[in-house]
């Protein structure tokens, strides 16, 4: 009886061991990864890593993504819309977008811009984005060179800016401009008129105004009317493109005149006259872009004639340019925000 005793106890720290052992190596295995074994990422896992890999989020991936869709300029609380597009096809499909407000600052992830398109709002000039696209380890595989996103609101965010833009100002406030203000390639917008793209802003204007949409566009029918469908100007030297002619004429200042007009509002000529050039060119041409200072100029009415009195008399007729690299939509855009 002794020795049976005996034999039961020995069995039963045997046990004991045996499970405390047991218990040790499942803790190393709950712990640890035990060797030859491979670590396992959940989704989750990924998603709560930091996509910026480095502190600075200036990335060593080579620059095969253009962007596409930046605008000329924007408005302040324009939508701003941009796609991706690689060089080359790849399988990777994880973006991230990353901005920040001047070279001096670090690039920042964009929340919630994880595809290869990008939607935001023009509230910030200067602002650079990138997009870069990682591969599957996490890694920058790809990268865009940085855009920029341009605000020009033209007649400023003040309020006197606003009423210089409105026609509303002193006399002491306005300055001679040299050619230069208007130096560019500049298409006309009355092909845009007659082809139906400016419909959108004739019933925009209709919306608050005292005319419909249908009488607007005969309004600025005639105030668009040209056969002038391309200016370019450099240098002083103005050069008008009008059925598959071309003219071209060196230009000086004359001066400017103040206008009134019968609404109480007033507009400033500003006016080049011809001193060497084609016959065709006219011996005077006269701006008004609704600034009174000088001012790189984004779009401007253009009148143009041999007398320099009676152009001052046109009010009805008034070529409008917009810059050559803008399509349709911009060219819109920028009337909706006027």
């Known amino acids: 009886m002794k020795r049976l005793l005996i034999g039961l106890s020995s069995l039963m720290v045997l046990s004991t061991y045996l499970t405390a052992c047991q218990g040790t190596n499942d803790e190393e295995q709950v712990n640890g990864i035990e060797e030859g074994e491979s670590e396992v990422h959940t989704d989750e896992d990924h998603a709560a890593e930091d996509h910026s890999h480095n502190g600075t989020n200036d990335f060593e991936a080579p620059e095969s993504i253009k962007i596409e869709g930046v605008a000329d300029h924007y408005h302040t609380g324009d939508a701003i ?3 991706a597009v690689l060089d080359e096809e790849t399988e990777y499909d994880h973006w991230h977008w990353y901005s920040r407000e001047s070279a001096d600052e670090e690039w920042e992830v964009v929340s919630g811009q994880e595809t290869d398109t990008f939607t935001g709002e023009a509230t910030i000039d200067g602002l650079e984005i990138k997009a870069v696209l990682f591969d599957h380890d996490h890694e920058a595989n790809v990268q865009s060179a940085p855009v920029v996103v341009v605000i020009d609101d033209h007649h400023g965010h003040d309020e006197e800016s606003r009423q210089i833009y409105q026609g509303y100002f002193e006399d002491s ?31 925009h204007k209709a919306e608050d105004g005292d005319k419909t949409a249908d009488e607007y566009k005969q309004y600025y029918t005639v105030g668009y009317e040209t056969d002038v469908d391309r200016i ?21 200042s004359d001066g400017y005149e103040i206008l009134t007009y019968e609404a109480g509002n007033r507009g400033v000529r500003f006016i080049f006259k011809l001193v060497d050039g084609s016959d065709g060119m006219p011996q005077y041409i006269q701006f008004s872009d609704h600034n009174i200072f000088p001012v790189d100029s984004h779009h401007f009415h253009l009148y143009w004639g041999d007398d320099r009195e009676e152009l001052l008399e046109e009010v009805t007729h008034w070529p409008t340019y917009y810059p050559s690299e803008l399509d349709e939509d911009g060219i819109v855009r920028d009337m909706l925000a006027h």
């Open 81 to 83: 819309e941009l796609t």
């Open 232 to 252: 370019i100007i450099e240098d002083n030297i103005v050069t008008f493109f009008e059925n598959d002619n071309e003219y071209a004429g060196e230009y000086e």
């Open 173 to 203: 406030q306005v300055e001679d401009r040299e050619l230069s203000d208007w130096e560019g390639d500049w298409q006309s917008v009355y092909p845009y008129l007659l082809s139906g793209d400016l419909d959108e802003v004739f019933e």
